[in-house]
């Protein structure tokens, strides 16, 4: 009993301290910066909590992450690190239709959405690349992307990101927005 009260503890504090943060520099700059923003994000996606930290590019030479994002899973919030090529991608969201939106800043919002999947507890990859492309287009509306161009971002990073998909990240999504069996 002893140890779920102190990690129920540990939870709370670290929730506090994410929320402390948060609070604290929009109290401090007036408005929320790219990883709060997209911490509200990806929690309203995944529905679960989470905490989205962008790297500096110096760590993103010295100690390179596999991919634009990773999510520590087993903690919570869960904390997803975001490169910061990726971050400075997901700073603003473009305002102009999705065909001139830039290959990394397509890529940014499905990377974004994938890790979403993990906050949620998927953590078989082919399901998180699945999840991503259902929950692309939501994640741009949360964020204030309008839903035409967000539905044709999520509809980009199928064609021209999860197409070239191999390995772990494919698989069956069953019935996506799509169409039925895989996306492909």
């Known amino acids: 009993m002893k140890t779920v009260k102190r990690a129920a503890l540990t939870v709370v504090t670290a929730l506090l301290a994410a ?99 993990h906050v949620a507890g998927i953590r078989d990859e082919a399901q998180a690349e699945c999840f991503a492309l259902e929950k692309i287009a939501e994640l741009l509306q949360f964020d204030g992307v309008a839903v035409s161009t967000a539905v044709d971002i999520q509809q980009r990073y199928r064609d021209e990101f999860y197409s070239q998909q191999t390995g772990d990240y494919v698989g069956s999504c069953g019935s996506l927005v799509f169409g039925s069996g895989n996306p492909r």
Do not use: F, K, N
């Open 19 to 117: 929320a402390a943060t948060i609070g604290v520099a929009y109290a401090v700059t007036g408005q929320a910066t790219t990883a709060q923003r997209l911490s509200v994000a990806v929690t309203q996606i995944a529905g679960s909590p989470a905490v989205v930290t962008c790297r500096e590019r110096w760590r993103d030479v010295l100690a390179p992450i596999p991919g634009p994002a990773r999510t520590q899973m087993g903690v919570r919030p869960a904390v997803v690190e975001v490169t910061a090529a990726t971050c400075a991608h997901a700073t603003s969201w473009p305002t102009t239709p999705a065909s001139s939106w830039p290959a990394g800043t397509v890529l940014a919002a499905g990377a974004l959405a994938h890790e979403s999947a």
